[in-house]
Protein backbone atom coordinates (compact mmCIF):
# COMPACT_ATOMS: atom_id res chain seq x y z
CA UNK A 1 0.00 0.00 0.00
CA UNK A 2 2.72 2.58 1.03
CA UNK A 3 4.35 1.88 -2.51
CA UNK A 4 0.94 2.50 -4.61
CA UNK A 5 0.18 5.76 -2.57
CA UNK A 6 3.48 7.16 -3.56
CA UNK A 7 2.66 5.86 -7.36
CA UNK A 8 -0.95 8.12 -6.85
CA UNK A 9 1.23 10.99 -5.31
CA UNK A 10 3.84 10.81 -8.25
CA UNK A 11 0.91 10.43 -10.57
CA UNK A 12 -0.98 13.18 -9.18
CA UNK A 13 2.05 15.41 -9.32
CA UNK A 14 2.28 14.96 -12.81
CA UNK A 15 -0.92 15.45 -13.82
CA UNK A 16 -0.86 18.88 -12.30
CA UNK A 17 1.91 19.81 -14.32
CA UNK A 18 0.87 18.79 -17.43
CA UNK A 19 -2.63 21.21 -16.19
CA UNK A 20 -0.52 24.09 -15.29
CA UNK A 21 1.39 23.80 -18.61
CA UNK A 22 -1.28 23.67 -20.39
CA UNK A 23 -3.31 26.62 -18.58
CA UNK A 24 -0.21 28.59 -18.93
CA UNK A 25 -0.03 28.15 -23.04
CA UNK A 26 -3.76 29.41 -23.44
CA UNK A 27 -3.16 32.39 -21.25
CA UNK A 28 -3.57 35.70 -23.39
CA UNK A 29 -0.31 37.62 -23.97
CA UNK A 30 0.33 39.95 -21.52
CA UNK A 31 1.64 43.13 -23.48
CA UNK A 32 0.38 44.27 -27.26
CA UNK A 33 -1.77 41.38 -29.24
CA UNK A 34 0.37 39.61 -32.03
CA UNK A 35 1.12 40.48 -35.46
CA UNK A 36 2.66 39.91 -38.18
CA UNK A 37 4.64 41.73 -40.74
CA UNK A 38 6.12 40.75 -44.01
CA UNK A 39 9.48 42.17 -46.18
CA UNK A 40 10.79 41.10 -49.48
CA UNK A 41 13.41 42.00 -51.87
CA UNK A 42 12.78 45.12 -53.23
CA UNK A 43 13.86 42.84 -56.75
CA UNK A 44 11.55 40.33 -56.53
CA UNK A 45 8.33 41.88 -55.03
CA UNK A 46 5.21 40.02 -54.53
CA UNK A 47 1.52 40.34 -53.78
CA UNK A 48 0.03 39.18 -50.65
CA UNK A 49 -3.82 37.32 -51.21
CA UNK A 50 -5.01 36.40 -47.81
CA UNK A 51 -2.91 35.70 -44.24
CA UNK A 52 -4.47 34.39 -41.01
CA UNK A 53 -3.35 33.05 -37.82
CA UNK A 54 -5.44 29.33 -36.64
CA UNK A 55 -5.44 27.96 -33.18
CA UNK A 56 -6.36 24.61 -33.31
CA UNK A 57 -6.96 24.03 -28.88
CA UNK A 58 -8.98 26.64 -29.10
CA UNK A 59 -10.72 26.30 -32.43
CA UNK A 60 -10.50 29.94 -33.63
CA UNK A 61 -8.96 31.56 -36.92
CA UNK A 62 -8.27 34.81 -37.37
CA UNK A 63 -7.86 36.53 -40.64
CA UNK A 64 -4.91 39.36 -40.84
CA UNK A 65 -6.21 43.00 -42.10
CA UNK A 66 -4.04 45.05 -43.58
CA UNK A 67 -1.15 42.52 -45.04
CA UNK A 68 -1.55 43.38 -48.67
CA UNK A 69 2.32 43.52 -50.20
CA UNK A 70 2.12 46.58 -52.49
CA UNK A 71 4.77 47.19 -54.53
CA UNK A 72 5.78 50.75 -52.51
CA UNK A 73 6.98 49.61 -49.47
CA UNK A 74 9.67 47.75 -51.43
CA UNK A 75 10.67 50.08 -53.69
CA UNK A 76 14.60 50.69 -54.24
CA UNK A 77 14.75 54.23 -53.56
CA UNK A 78 12.13 54.22 -50.54
CA UNK A 79 14.21 51.37 -48.89
CA UNK A 80 17.24 52.90 -49.09
CA UNK A 81 15.79 55.99 -46.76
CA UNK A 82 16.30 53.30 -44.32
CA UNK A 83 19.32 51.10 -44.99
CA UNK A 84 21.64 54.10 -47.56
CA UNK A 85 23.69 50.63 -48.46
CA UNK A 86 21.05 48.45 -49.53
CA UNK A 87 21.84 46.30 -52.66
CA UNK A 88 17.73 45.54 -53.67
CA UNK A 89 18.43 41.95 -53.30
CA UNK A 90 18.17 41.56 -49.54
CA UNK A 91 15.80 41.47 -46.74
CA UNK A 92 15.00 45.41 -45.63
CA UNK A 93 13.85 43.99 -41.84
CA UNK A 94 12.53 47.35 -40.26
CA UNK A 95 8.87 48.33 -39.11
CA UNK A 96 9.38 50.94 -42.09
CA UNK A 97 9.85 48.43 -45.22
CA UNK A 98 7.83 45.60 -43.51
CA UNK A 99 3.70 45.69 -44.32
CA UNK A 100 2.22 44.47 -41.18
CA UNK A 101 -1.43 42.73 -40.38
CA UNK A 102 -3.36 43.16 -37.51
CA UNK A 103 -6.53 41.36 -36.79
CA UNK A 104 -9.58 41.95 -37.67
CA UNK A 105 -12.46 42.51 -35.07
CA UNK A 106 -11.59 42.74 -31.20
CA UNK A 107 -7.63 42.10 -30.50
CA UNK A 108 -7.35 38.53 -30.05
CA UNK A 109 -4.33 38.23 -27.40
CA UNK A 110 -4.19 34.90 -27.45
CA UNK A 111 -1.38 33.04 -29.62
CA UNK A 112 -2.46 31.11 -32.61
CA UNK A 113 -0.71 27.75 -33.07
CA UNK A 114 0.40 28.59 -36.64
CA UNK A 115 0.08 31.65 -39.31
CA UNK A 116 -0.47 30.80 -42.98
CA UNK A 117 0.36 33.21 -45.41
CA UNK A 118 -0.84 32.87 -49.14
CA UNK A 119 0.99 35.28 -51.86
CA UNK A 120 2.27 35.48 -55.29
CA UNK A 121 5.99 36.21 -56.37
CA UNK A 122 5.21 39.04 -59.25
CA UNK A 123 8.96 38.10 -60.92
CA UNK A 124 8.46 34.55 -62.29
CA UNK A 125 4.36 34.18 -61.49
CA UNK A 126 4.59 31.03 -58.89
CA UNK A 127 1.98 30.96 -56.46
CA UNK A 128 2.91 29.96 -52.68
CA UNK A 129 1.29 29.22 -49.16
CA UNK A 130 3.87 30.06 -46.38
CA UNK A 131 3.08 27.98 -43.24
CA UNK A 132 4.73 28.64 -39.63
CA UNK A 133 3.84 26.85 -36.66
CA UNK A 134 4.60 28.40 -33.60
CA UNK A 135 6.81 26.18 -31.29
CA UNK A 136 6.14 26.53 -26.95
CA UNK A 137 9.57 28.19 -27.30
CA UNK A 138 8.37 31.14 -29.37
CA UNK A 139 5.31 31.28 -27.51
CA UNK A 140 7.50 31.79 -24.31
CA UNK A 141 9.77 34.29 -25.67
CA UNK A 142 6.82 36.56 -27.00
CA UNK A 143 4.81 36.00 -23.63
CA UNK A 144 8.02 37.46 -21.80
CA UNK A 145 7.99 40.82 -19.74
CA UNK A 146 10.95 43.02 -20.80
CA UNK A 147 11.92 46.26 -20.43
CA UNK A 148 13.88 48.97 -22.65
CA UNK A 149 17.15 49.73 -21.72
CA UNK A 150 17.21 53.38 -21.61
CA UNK A 151 20.88 55.38 -22.44
CA UNK A 152 22.36 55.77 -19.21
CA UNK A 153 21.97 51.53 -18.66
CA UNK A 154 18.51 51.99 -16.73
CA UNK A 155 15.52 50.01 -17.26
CA UNK A 156 13.17 52.01 -19.30
CA UNK A 157 9.55 51.02 -20.49
CA UNK A 158 8.21 47.19 -20.15
CA UNK A 159 7.83 45.46 -23.74
CA UNK A 160 7.25 42.56 -25.60
CA UNK A 161 8.42 40.42 -28.13
CA UNK A 162 5.00 39.65 -29.95
CA UNK A 163 5.53 40.33 -33.97
CA UNK A 164 6.35 38.08 -36.59
CA UNK A 165 8.28 39.10 -39.53
CA UNK A 166 8.28 37.02 -42.65
CA UNK A 167 10.77 37.49 -45.92
CA UNK A 168 9.69 36.02 -48.83
CA UNK A 169 12.29 34.33 -51.56
CA UNK A 170 11.13 34.29 -55.37
CA UNK A 171 11.26 30.38 -54.75
CA UNK A 172 8.69 29.50 -52.30
CA UNK A 173 11.11 29.84 -49.07
CA UNK A 174 10.50 31.81 -46.26
CA UNK A 175 12.74 32.92 -43.21
CA UNK A 176 11.25 34.18 -40.20
CA UNK A 177 12.14 36.27 -37.69
CA UNK A 178 10.85 37.94 -33.98
CA UNK A 179 11.01 40.93 -33.73
CA UNK A 180 10.37 42.97 -29.96
CA UNK A 181 11.99 45.14 -27.12
CA UNK A 182 14.95 46.17 -29.77
CA UNK A 183 15.40 42.48 -30.53
CA UNK A 184 15.43 40.48 -33.69
CA UNK A 185 15.64 36.76 -33.33
CA UNK A 186 15.94 34.54 -36.26
CA UNK A 187 13.50 31.88 -35.79
CA UNK A 188 13.70 29.34 -38.97
CA UNK A 189 13.81 28.80 -42.69
CA UNK A 190 10.40 27.05 -44.28
CA UNK A 191 10.02 25.39 -47.48
CA UNK A 192 6.63 26.29 -49.18
CA UNK A 193 3.58 24.03 -47.61
CA UNK A 194 2.25 24.34 -51.06
CA UNK A 195 2.22 25.79 -54.28
CA UNK A 196 -0.78 26.36 -56.41
CA UNK A 197 -1.60 27.04 -60.03
CA UNK A 198 -3.29 30.34 -58.90
CA UNK A 199 -4.00 32.95 -55.85
CA UNK A 200 -6.34 33.02 -54.00
CA UNK A 201 -8.44 34.79 -54.92
CA UNK A 202 -8.78 32.62 -58.57
CA UNK A 203 -6.50 34.74 -60.31
CA UNK A 204 -4.14 32.43 -62.54
CA UNK A 205 -0.64 33.86 -64.58
CA UNK A 206 -2.41 35.14 -67.44
CA UNK A 207 -4.83 37.18 -64.91
CA UNK A 208 -1.36 38.79 -63.70
CA UNK A 209 0.10 39.27 -66.43
CA UNK A 210 -2.92 41.31 -68.32
CA UNK A 211 -2.38 44.17 -65.57
CA UNK A 212 1.07 45.93 -64.85
CA UNK A 213 2.54 44.53 -61.57
CA UNK A 214 4.92 41.53 -62.90
CA UNK A 215 6.09 43.82 -65.88
CA UNK A 216 7.05 46.42 -63.28
CA UNK A 217 8.64 44.03 -61.00
CA UNK A 218 11.01 43.18 -64.10
CA UNK A 219 11.27 46.79 -64.86
CA UNK A 220 13.10 47.53 -61.08
CA UNK A 221 16.16 45.50 -62.17
CA UNK A 222 16.40 46.99 -65.41
CA UNK A 223 16.24 50.71 -64.51
CA UNK A 224 18.70 49.76 -61.41
CA UNK A 225 21.58 48.47 -64.14
CA UNK A 226 21.56 45.22 -62.64
CA UNK A 227 20.28 41.25 -63.97
CA UNK A 228 17.85 39.84 -61.34
CA UNK A 229 16.79 37.28 -63.95
CA UNK A 230 18.09 34.26 -63.70
CA UNK A 231 18.12 34.95 -60.10
CA UNK A 232 21.37 35.44 -58.50
CA UNK A 233 21.02 32.99 -55.79
CA UNK A 234 23.94 33.92 -53.93
CA UNK A 235 23.21 37.73 -53.28
CA UNK A 236 19.56 36.85 -52.20
CA UNK A 237 18.24 36.66 -48.63
CA UNK A 238 21.24 39.01 -47.22
CA UNK A 239 19.26 40.82 -43.98
CA UNK A 240 19.60 43.99 -43.56
CA UNK A 241 18.89 45.50 -39.87
CA UNK A 242 19.33 48.41 -37.51
CA UNK A 243 19.36 45.46 -34.87
CA UNK A 244 21.78 42.16 -34.58
CA UNK A 245 20.15 39.33 -35.55
CA UNK A 246 20.13 36.92 -32.63
CA UNK A 247 19.66 33.55 -32.65
CA UNK A 248 16.51 31.02 -30.89
CA UNK A 249 19.19 28.88 -29.36
CA UNK A 250 20.98 32.02 -27.76
CA UNK A 251 17.89 32.93 -26.17
Excluded at 11 to 38: H, K, M, R
Aim: one cysteine or more; a neutral charge; hydrophobic letters at 35%.
Amino acid sequence: MPVLNKYKKTLITLLALFLLIGCEENEPLPGDPWQVSVVTPSFYPIKITQAYGVNTEQDWTMPLHGLVQTMSESELEYVRTVFPDYDGFGFPISLLTGVSGRQLGSANKHLPDSIYVYWTSLINMRFFVTKYDLSPKVKELMAKKLHYTRSDGSKGLPCYRAELFFGMLPNGKAKVWLWGCEQLIYLAELDPAREKDRDQNGATADVYRQGSKPERAKQRGIEAGVSTVPIPWEKVGKVYSKNTVELLSEQ
